[in-house]
Nanobody, 136 residues
Framework: VQLQASGGGLVHPGGSLRLSCTAA????????VAWFRKAPEKEREGAAC???????????YYADSVKGRFTISRDNTLNTVYLQMNNLKPEDAAVYYC???????????????????????????WGKGTQVTVSS
């Protein structure tokens, strides 16, 4: 299983980037896909998640820190999951990873105790990250 995240780069505050997650050897549509990010000296954070077959009645998951600015979506014809990031802030700077899970719904993924935040557990495969830098 090979996941590839791409699309990172340097952007000014307020700018936009679109990250892509592709898989060479399996069909992403069949899996729940999440984007996580890791900044230096910060804990890993689950930024967004989309359920398999877009089947969750709950809709995509977004961390509170990105809600209203980030959008996760699929293009099944391209076997790609996107993370559209708008109005980027310096605190969004991190290495972004995509990961897949055989758990059908984002709402069923393990969360950090006492919160709604994704823990990262339950994810089966992780791609190499792509760096996002937000700086003026």
């Amino acid at each position: 299983v090979q996941l590839q995240a791409s699309g990172g780069g340097l952007v000014h505050p307020g700018g936009s980037l679109r990250l892509s997650c592709t898989a060479a050897d399996f069909t992403l549509e069949r899996y729940t896909v999440a984007w996580f990010r890791k900044a230096p000296e910060k804990e890993r954070e689950g930024a967004a998640c989309i359920s398999s077959y877009d089947g969750s009645p709950d809709g995509p998951y977004y961390a509170d820190s990105v809600k209203g600015r980030f959008t996760i979506s699929r293009d099944n014809t391209l076997n790609t999951v996107y993370l559209q990031m708008n109005n980027l802030k310096p605190e969004d700077a991190a290495v972004y990873y995509c990961a897949t899970s055989s758990i059908d719904r984002c709402s069923w993924l393990p969360t950090i105790q006492g919160s709604r935040e994704l823990s990262g557990y339950g994810m089966d495969y992780w791609g190499k990250g792509t760096q996002v830098t937000v700086s003026s």
